[in-house]
């Protein structure tokens, strides 16, 4: 399927007719703007063909995201998109960097004016991060699809009646570290100001609250936290001991999609025009789906989403992933000997190619640059975890496209991961 787009960029509707496309190319009268998805931008007037009836369903997530838009008849394009997941691992490094620099002896400077203020609607990096995942993606469709409706799913969770089923009246107000003064505090108390490994045999009487996960991902949420003793604390970390404590439920994504649902619909709305959005809920989605008799997947579901569970299926699916675009950490933390600091960044090009760069190599196969090495030996694989090299050379490579901030290739149905699966593409620094 080749996506069109009229004179001035307005999408039209998609065609399948090759040899045409073919012909308009060769005589100049259209242009290609980009390959994957293949569209092209007739550079002549054209009659201004759109359906009326072509609704886009988005199926949102914490980890990812699922596209769909289909007419009655057919879906015309379909997507599964995979979200970073690295943001509260490098904001949490970036400020142990800030504190280090800041309790280091370093050239005195005068104190500033701290006029610094949030925004008054400010949301946390990770989850703005994950949003404007969401706007790209959507407003990438809308650019070469004539799409006329959007259909957004929105659900709302009750993370404290999903800790406590029977939870209910003035006990929302009443959590689980009430008359405690922090939480420190409320997990001495917890645990009874008693080791939780060796339970007080080892009569170190000085306790400390350990975190089960690391502080940087795990955060300070007390089932991420656990007592023990000085004697099995420095223990532990010397390695010589292990702890078999496991954190408890997470719910990062209930409470992602809180936040998320309405700041989402509203920019929708306020974009795209509020008659041309609108929402539907979950339970609707699943029981479109169990009475069509379809398989769970993100992208099953935004076509449920989309009103239209029965349409032709599309052949071929987008694979997509944010990947991260720049590493901003010039120096690496450890000093070497002589006072040098090593460059933590690796030269933006290596032969000519840089991280994420779409190459396709020899023997014709696609895939992504994942790790470049100074001698020429580059790590090339595709999104759905097939490694095509773990070290072949520059010079069997030619450039396709170069990197963007959400990386795209074409796969068939049969060839797409399954819910749950690990794509086996890592995020490099």
């Given at each position: ?14 065609t ?13 009268e ?6 994957c ?7 002549r ?9 072509m609704?886009?369903?988005?199926d ?17 394009y ?5 979200l ?7 904001i ?18 005068q ?16 989850v703005?991060?994950?949003?404007h ?17 959007i ?43 008693i ?16 975190h ?31 702890l ?26 306020e974009?795209?025009g ?6 539907t ?29 029965n ?14 675009t ?32 779409k190459v ?14 100074a001698?020429g ?6 999104l759905?975890?097939?490694k ?7 010079k ?14 074409t ?15 890592r995020?490099?620094?």
């Open positions: 399927m080749v996506y069109v787009q009229a004179q001035d960029g307005t999408p039209l509707m998609p399948t007719r090759h040899g045409r496309v073919r012909r308009l190319l060769e005589r100049g259209a242009r290609v703007v980009q390959t998805p293949f569209t092209i931008r007739l550079l007037e054209s009659k201004m063909h759109t359906d009326p009836a609704a886009l369903g988005v949102p997530g914490y980890k990812a995201i699922g596209l769909s838009v289909t007419t009655e008849e057919q879906e015309y379909a997507a599964d998109i995979t970073r997941s690295d943001v509260v691992d490098n949490s490094t970036r400020r142990q960097a800030r504190r280090a620099r800041r309790s280091r002896k370093k050239r005195y400077r104190a500033r004016f701290n006029n610094r203020k949030r925004e008054d609607n400010w949301i946390a990096p990770s703005s991060q994950r949003i995942s969401h706007e790209k993606a959507i407003s990438d469709v809308m650019r070469i699809l004539p799409v006329k409706k259909i957004i799913e929105i659900a709302a969770f009750d993370i404290q009646k999903i800790k406590n089923p029977d939870i209910k009246g003035k006990e929302y107000q009443q959590g689980e570290q009430l008359d405690s003064w922090n939480v420190r505090e409320y997990v001495l108390f917890r645990d009874g100001h080791c939780q490994h060796c339970k007080g045999k080892s009569k170190d009487k000085v306790i400390t609250v350990h089960i996960e690391s502080r940087k991902i795990g955060g300070e949420a007390p089932n991420n936290l656990i007592t023990l003793c000085a004697a099995c604390h420095d223990t532990y970390h010397d390695g010589k001991i292990t078999e404590f496991k954190r408890g439920r997470i719910f990062r994504e209930g409470a992602f999609m809180g936040i998320m649902r309405w700041r989402l619909f509203d920019s929708l709305k974009t795209c509020e008659e041309k959005v609108t929402a809920f979950g339970y609707i989605t699943k029981h479109t789906r169990i009475t069509a008799g379809l398989e769970k997947s993100h992208i099953v579901d935004a076509r449920c989403i989309s009103g239209r569970p349409a032709q299926p599309a052949e071929k699916v987008f694979i997509r992933k944010c990947v991260r720049k590493n901003r950490q010039i120096h690496k933390f450890n000093i070497s000997k002589g006072s040098i600091r090593k460059a933590n960044q690796s030269p933006k090009y290596v032969f000519g190619y840089q991280l994420f760069d396709k190599n020899n023997d014709g196969r696609v895939g992504f640059v994942f790790g470049r090495r001698s030996s580059f790590d090339v694989r595709t759905t975890g097939e095509i090299s773990a070290g072949i050379s520059y069997k490579l030619s450039l396709l496209r170069t990197r963007e901030s959400i990386l795209t290739e796969v068939s149905v049969n060839g797409m991961p399954k819910e749950g699966e690990n794509a086996g593409c995020s490099a620094a």
